[in-house]
């Protein structure tokens, strides 16, 4: 066992749920309070308290502001009860295989990603910034499909002031993709379109974009996606993770359960397989960063 990573996994797990539990992120939502005034309006030990707040300083989910007050913002506990929510369901997915949420439909979406998107999309942005410069210059008409806050067409499109893009996803997380193309911008060169991807009429387009989407589809779905998204000339962007030895990876398959019944780090011939049957010729791998580890698979 690795001691020390395990010992810092459990101190982080249980400090940010005992936030979660006693609603402390909550309670210092846009509203600064001492440690002690925490402790008095929740009804807890002033000293535990005291160093539960700075302990969630040092993890950046509060700040400490002058004169030793807190505080946080509604971004930051919503995205906290959203990973908690998750990850507590996880002995009922591993007894049942169950998901606690299907993040493949609209009312599964709804609940997971419209806090959750925002985040991934920061966190992908050094991805999104090496996708976008492998695939420029590009012009025409590209297709975001699970489009979320739209990381990588937001960047193609900064890049390339010819490409229009359609994003498609479920109508609760199209309204966080509109809040992200418009703090870009790019107002003008993006259209929408609700729906789930698998069964909506697709526009035409030159170039289709599935970002992370993949790994929520099992098997036959992402042959079914790959084969509705061929076309000649037109090419297929997939970033997703691909199985490897780092720790994190096998953790993000686990998790992947919790949201998605068929979901899997799928291989990289497993993409093969469902390209070729859809009629490409191959699939390119093209590394994008290693944390978080995103390839980029060119379908063409
Ligand atoms: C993990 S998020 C990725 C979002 C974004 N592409 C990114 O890489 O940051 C998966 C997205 O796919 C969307 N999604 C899942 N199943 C879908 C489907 N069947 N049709 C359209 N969107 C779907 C979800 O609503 C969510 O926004």
Aim: aromatic letters at 6%.
């Amino acid at each position: 066992m690795r001691l020390r990573e395990v010992t810092a996994a459990v101190e982080t797990m249980a400090i940010i749920e005992t936030a979660a539990k006693l609603d402390v992120l909550g309670h210092l939502t846009a509203n600064p309070r001492s440690a002690a005034e925490v402790a008095g309006a929740l009804r807890l030990d002033r000293i535990a308290t005291a160093r539960l707040l700075e302990a969630l300083t040092g993890m950046g989910l509060l700040r400490e502001l002058a004169g030793g007050v807190f505080e946080t913002d509604t971004e930051a506990n919503d995205r906290v009860h959203a990973l908690t929510g998750l990850w507590r369901a996880l002995p009922t997915v591993v007894r049942t295989g169950e998901p606690a949420v299907r993040a493949v439909t609209a009312t599964g979406a709804a609940q997971l990603y419209p806090n959750v998107v925002p985040m991934l999309s920061e966190w992908f942005a050094p991805a999104a910034d090496r996708f976008a410069a492998e695939l420029s210059p590009w012009t025409g008409r590209v297709l975001d499909v699970g489009a979320g806050a739209a990381p990588w067409t937001i960047a193609l499109a900064a890049r390339n002031p010819d490409v229009r893009v359609t994003a498609v996803d479920f109508p609760a997380v199209l309204s966080q993709t509109r809040r992200a193309v418009t703090a870009a911008g790019l107002d003008q060169r993006f259209d929408y379109l609700p729906g789930d991807a698998l069964d909506v009429t697709l526009p035409a387009h030159d170039l289709a974009v599935v970002g992370n989407v993949c790994h929520l589809f099992d098997a036959a779905h992402n042959q079914a996606l790959l084969a509705k998204l061929h076309a000649p000339a037109r090419r297929v962007a997939i970033i997703d993770v691909l199985p490897s030895t780092d720790p994190a990876v096998s953790r993000y398959a686990l998790g992947l359960l919790t949201r998605a019944h068929g979901g899997a780090v799928h291989p990289l011939s497993a993409y093969e397989n469902w390209a070729r049957h859809a009629g490409f010729a191959g699939v390119t791998p093209v590394p994008l960063t290693q944390d978080p580890p995103l390839t980029l698979l060119l379908c063409a």
